[in-house]
């Protein structure tokens, strides 16, 4: 059964660093893009970034670029995303997904959520003082 859960979030003060997790399981193969997502109450899930476990490709949202930073293991059982620079704006729930699609060929298929086939649970992140 295809998995993911995502961990790391939590508390942090503006300009602080946080790591999130995304472990997968159950992929019968590691041809897959992961994507993560962040939904703030009352707005629409956002697209952050994706990676291709295939090519190595990355993108990221203009909102995030130069702060986050995407990573996969050596084995791609565990996609990473470091945050740094915090700000209050990226407070949300923040989502993994993976896509058997090439979501890497366009930006806007990278960040738009009906290109993605599973879903994690999600982790919040609150950046407050």
């Known amino acids: 059964q295809l998995q993911l859960v995502e961990s790391g979030g939590g508390l942090v003060q503006p300009g602080g660093s946080l790591r999130l997790s995304c472990a997968a399981s159950?992929?019968?193969?590691?041809?897959?893009?992961i994507g993560w997502f962040r939904q703030a109450p009352g707005k629409e899930r956002e697209g952050v970034s994706c990676?291709?476990?295939?090519?190595?490709?990355?993108r990221y949202a203009d909102s995030v670029k130069g702060r986050f930073t995407i990573s996969g293991d050596s084995a791609w059982n565990t996609v990473y995303l470091q945050m740094n620079s915090l700000k209050p704006d990226d407070t949300a729930v923040y989502y993994c997904?993976?896509?058997?699609?090439?979501?890497?060929?366009?930006?806007?298929?990278?960040?738009?959520?009906?290109?993605?086939?599973?879903w994690g649970q999600g982790t919040q992140v609150t950046v407050s003082s």
């Open positions: 997904a993976a896509s058997t699609r090439d979501v890497l060929r366009l930006f806007s298929r990278c960040v738009s959520p009906n290109q993605y086939d599973y």
């Open positions: 990676i291709s476990s295939r090519s190595g490709s990355i």
């Open positions: 159950g992929f019968s193969s590691h041809d897959y893009a």
